[in-house]
């Protein structure tokens, strides 16, 4: 059906019966919600602890060989709270808390137990909406490598879509070859609700949320930052490997290799618009940016050499000394005798020594050092290309501010601009970016 609508439910959309309550009015507003992926119940207030972090704690119990009655009884009372508040009263978990427990006891492995949030919630749905149960576990595959397979799951979970009218299909696992389940990393249910949705071909998928879409940049640096309506899956990427975390990372690319829009949406204001993300758009932007993402904590190994620029293998003879020590690099901005690389300073703590030596000697470099408490700051919009100035604007923006400018990289599809500043100047910077884009009026 072209119409299909397939809909994610964040923890949060589904913590308890109240949420419970507004998702179902969600869905019975549109018929063509056909398919429902579910999270684990969430937080229902700030201290609160998620289904999926109790399960991780059980287990870890259960396999240490101690007792867990305790930590156990307390995800069934989340369960059957719900089960009783929703007033479903010819429904019970009972059969499965004792299945459950008993794979614990017998050391079922920490992906089967965390994705058991998942499979109870998914349940309860079902029961309450009167929609058919889908396990992921039978439609979802890994390979032996422990990565998606969407080949051997679109065999199986295509043909079972087209029959299904409804249904509610856990997130956040599947199976491995031989049959024991597997998670994604956390927040993974955005990955399940873009396979589905590319294998029931939907016209959209809505990702249900708390928030009413995603933000131009993060409300803890800008007070109030405005929403951004649409942006394509591009700049996404750009955005979430700069830290925008609305969405799991490797949710974008089972639908955008279908070219279909996800709608980002708040279960607690569904008159919202939210946030479309999408291929292509021919949309004016309302901005010359779209969005503006950091973060601190980044290093940077200083290379200098005359002439290095006519050294054949002098690049990979620095990338190898890092190869060695088992460490990627973030950017590698260069000059005509001087070479960066931007490295996450997590991964670098501890291997300087070992890293700078190896250097030294594959390259012999005139000077060699390392910068820390670096932040990047990513600016990222479609509109750069048309746009003339961008960079003027920005560069006035943090001069006025009085932000050291300590790095510069501009990838070549002029999507984004990456800039380096100390990790003190980070807010600063940020803002005076915000407002010189955003709030020009102001
Ligand atoms: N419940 C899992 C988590 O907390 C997966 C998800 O919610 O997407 O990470």
């Known amino acids: 059906m072209k119409e299909t609508v397939v809909v994610k439910f964040g923890g949060s959309s589904l913590a308890d019966a109240k949420q419970f309550k507004k998702v179902a009015d969600i869905i019975n507003e549109n018929p063509n919600r056909r398919f429902v992926v579910a999270s684990a119940p969430g937080k229902r207030f700030v201290e609160d602890i998620k289904v999926t972090d109790?399960?991780?704690?059980?287990?870890?119990?259960?396999?240490?060989?101690?007792?867990?009655?305790?930590?156990?009884?307390?995800?069934?009372?989340?369960?059957?709270?719900?089960?009783?508040?929703?007033?479903?009263?010819?429904?019970?978990?009972?059969?499965?808390?004792?299945?459950?427990?008993?794979?614990?006891?017998?050391?079922?492995?920490?992906?089967?137990?965390?994705?058991?949030?998942?499979?109870?919630?998914?349940m309860v749905l079902a029961k309450y909406m009167g929609f058919d149960f889908i396990d992921a576990a039978k439609y979802i595959f890994f390979d032996d490598a422990g990565k998606f397979d969407w080949d051997k799951t679109k065999e199986k979970l295509e043909p079972k879509l087209a029959k299904t009218k409804k249904a509610v299909v856990p997130g956040f696992y599947g199976s491995m070859p031989n049959g024991t389940i597997k998670t994604f990393s956390r927040g993974g249910s955005d990955v399940t609700g873009s396979i589905v949705a590319r294998a029931a071909k939907a016209k959209i998928y809505e990702n249900w949320t708390d928030v009413s879409g995603i933000l131009i940049c993060d409300p803890r640096i800008v007070n109030n930052p405005a929403p951004i309506s649409t942006l394509t899956y591009a700049e996404l990427?750009?955005?979430?490997?700069?830290?925008?975390?609305?969405?799991?990372?490797?949710?974008?690319?089972?639908?955008?290799?279908?070219?279909?829009?996800?709608?980002?949406?708040?279960t607690n204001?569904?008159?919202?618009?939210?946030?479309?993300?999408?291929?292509?758009?021919?949309?004016?932007?309302?901005?010359?940016?779209?969005?503006?993402?950091?973060?601190?904590?980044?290093?940077?190994?200083?290379?200098?050499?005359?002439?290095?620029?006519?050294?054949?293998?002098?690049?990979?003879?620095?990338?190898?000394?890092?190869?060695?020590?088992?460490?990627?690099?973030?950017?590698?901005?260069?000059?005509?005798?001087?070479?960066?690389?931007?490295?996450?300073?997590?991964?670098?703590?501890?291997?300087?020594t070992a890293i700078?030596?190896?250097?030294?000697?594959?390259?012999?470099?005139?000077?060699?050092?390392?910068?820390?408490?670096?932040?990047?700051?990513?600016?990222?919009?479609?509109?750069?290309?048309?746009?003339?100035?961008?960079?003027?604007?920005?560069?006035?923006?943090?001069?006025?501010?009085?932000?050291?400018?300590?790095?510069?990289?501009?990838?070549?599809?002029?999507?984004?601009?990456?800039?380096?500043?100390?990790?003190?100047?980070?807010?600063?910077?940020?803002?005076?970016?915000?407002n010189a884009f955003i709030n020009v009026t102001k």
């Open 54 to 122: 109790m399960l991780y704690e059980c287990y870890e119990l259960a396999a240490d060989g101690q007792e867990f009655d305790d930590k156990f009884q307390k995800i069934k009372d989340r369960y059957n709270g719900i089960i009783s508040d929703l007033g479903i009263t010819d429904f019970t978990l009972d059969e499965e808390f004792d299945i459950i427990k008993g794979a614990f006891s017998h050391m079922a492995g920490r992906d089967y137990a965390a994705s058991r949030g998942e499979y109870l919630n998914s």
């Open 237 to 266: 990427r750009e955005l979430a490997y700069m830290g925008f975390n609305v969405l799991h990372e490797d949710a974008v690319f089972p639908v955008r290799a279908a070219g279909i829009p996800i709608n980002i949406k708040n």
């Open 269 to 352: 204001c569904p008159q919202d618009r939210g946030t479309f993300i999408v291929s292509e758009t021919a949309e004016p932007c309302e901005h010359i940016i779209t969005g503006i993402a950091g973060k601190k904590g980044m290093s940077v190994i200083n290379i200098e050499k005359d002439k290095m620029n006519g050294e054949i293998g002098f690049g990979r003879n620095v990338l190898r000394a890092l190869e060695k020590s088992n460490v990627s690099f973030e950017h590698m901005p260069s000059g005509v005798d001087t070479m960066s690389v931007v490295i996450q300073t997590d991964n670098l703590t501890g291997k300087e």
């Open 356 to 434: 700078l030596d190896e250097i030294r000697s594959r390259v012999h470099p005139d000077d060699l050092y390392i910068e820390s408490n670096l932040a990047l700051i990513a600016v990222v919009g479609r509109g750069m290309k048309s746009a003339r100035g961008t960079a003027a604007i920005l560069f006035k923006a943090l001069a006025d501010e009085r932000v050291n400018v300590k790095m510069i990289d501009q990838g070549s599809s002029e999507l984004n601009i990456i800039i380096g500043v100390a990790d003190e100047d980070f807010e600063i910077a940020m803002r005076a970016i915000y």
